[in-house]
Nanobody, 119 residues
């Protein structure tokens, strides 16, 4: 069973930085995609950044130039370095991975880690 263990959330002042980590266990092969979504209370879950096993990256426009996604395929771990954080980015950040399972892509989600940006 694939399990995702997130860490690195917390509280920070506007303009501050946090680094999120997510380690996937129970995977048979390198995840096709690893990434992060976020969800604020009352809002939908939105993509923040994702990274394919080959190295291509996607970011939501609002975080470009401030957030950096990276991954360690040997450890099945994905990271999200978040700089210049804004109060409106307060949310639960959820890790997700896509792995091949019996020839079909399957998504797995972490439980989320709270990020609070406030003065």
């Amino acid at each position: 069973q694939v399990q995702l263990m997130e860490s690195g959330g917390g509280s920070v002042q506007p303009g501050g930085s946090l680094r999120l980590s997510c380690a996937a266990s129970g995977v048979m092969f390198t995840p096709i995609i690893m990434g992060w979504y976020r969800q604020a209370p009352g809002n939908q879950r939105d993509l923040v950044a994702r990274m394919a096993s080959g190295g291509s990256k996607d970011y939501v426009d609002s975080v470009k130039g401030r957030f950096t996604i990276s991954r360690d395929n040997a450890r099945n771990t994905v990271y999200l370095q978040m700089n210049s954080l804004k109060p409106e980015e307060t949310a639960v950040y959820l890790c997700y991975v896509v792995v091949m399972d019996d020839g079909e892509p399957r998504e797995y989600w972490g439980q989320g880690t709270q990020v609070t940006v406030s003065s």
